[in-house]
Nanobody, 119 residues
Framework: QVQLQESGPGLVKPSQTITLTCSVS??????????WSWTRQPPGKGLEWMGL???????YYSPSLKSRSSISRDTSKNQISLQLISVTPEDTAVYYC???????????WGQGTQVTVSS
């Protein structure tokens, strides 16, 4: 059974760049035809899909975050990363990675990592 574990910086200041990592165990991130996504949930709000990286390395982003976000992978470590630049307090959220077996479906989630943007 695949397991996902997010990690991140916790507390950051506005305008900084954050990098979050999702470590995957129990399954390869290059396995056909899965994708791996990042989603966040700000306090008191719903889930916001941010983007994903497919088994072949192709990436897709939410239009609202495309200019500030970048998803990559390290196949040697079986990890997915999310970089978000120029963060503001509005980026405060719990960030989740999830496995995507097909478009619109998520079958495994990490427990999430809290990112707080505050001066």
């Amino acid at each position: 059974q695949v397991q996902l574990q997010e990690s991140g910086p916790g507390l950051v200041k506005p305008s900084q760049t954050i990098t979050l990592t999702c470590s995957v165990s129990g399954g390869s991130i290059t396995r056909n035809y899965f994708a791996w996504s990042w989603t966040r949930q700000p306090p008191g709000k719903g889930l916001e899909w941010m983007g994903l990286i497919a088994y072949d390395g192709n990436t897709y982003y939410s239009p609202s975050l495309k200019s500030r976000s970048s998803i990559s992978r390290d196949t040697s470590k079986n990890q997915i990363s999310l970089q978000l630049i120029s963060v503001t307090p509005e980026d405060t959220a719990v960030y989740y990675c999830a496995r995507v077996p097909r478009v619109g479906e998520f079958d495994s989630w990490g427990q999430g990592t809290q990112v707080t943007v505050s001066s």
